[in-house]
């Protein structure tokens, strides 16, 4: 059996705590251990020991396969933020002013996101009807491939 890559448990249980990115993690790996590893190294060690995932789904706000052209596209860093905001994480203050303008225009406004992946412009902002109870035009079915774990 190979020996493992990993060369303190506590320390890499730390970096988590301290909310470090995975990039940041695969170059201090490689400066502090000479050891070159990839991002996914350090979440299959998070999901091994139980600890809190680094990202959230709602499948709720963001119920579409998103294009890769669409995926950071205002209304979907949105939508991901205000997922975290009810999810009760903390959101920087600049990010927190974002989200709250965001979703005070749609409210204001009576819309709701819509997202079509056949368009170039992927998201838009459409009149809420009775049944959109929610920030976005939900489809008849859910096509993300990452669904929320619970």
Known sequence: MPSSKIQNEQELIRWFEERRSYQWMVQEYKRKYDIDVVPSFFGNFRRRRGLERRTLRNDDLLPWLL????????????????????????????????????????????LVVHYDIETKE???????????????????????????VD
């Open 67 to 110: 294009k890769d052209e669409h995926r950071w596209l205002f209304p979907a860093q949105m939508l991901r933020a205000e997922a975290r905001r009810r999810a009760g994480k903390t959101l920087k203050p600049d990010e927190e002013k974002r989200v709250k303008n965001f979703v005070d225009r749609l409210k204001r406004d009576g």
């Open 122 to 148: 992927g998201f838009f902002y459409v009149p809420a009807r009775k049944q959109d109870t929610d920030l976005v035009r939900k489809p008849e079915r859910k096509t993300t491939t990452r669904p929320r």
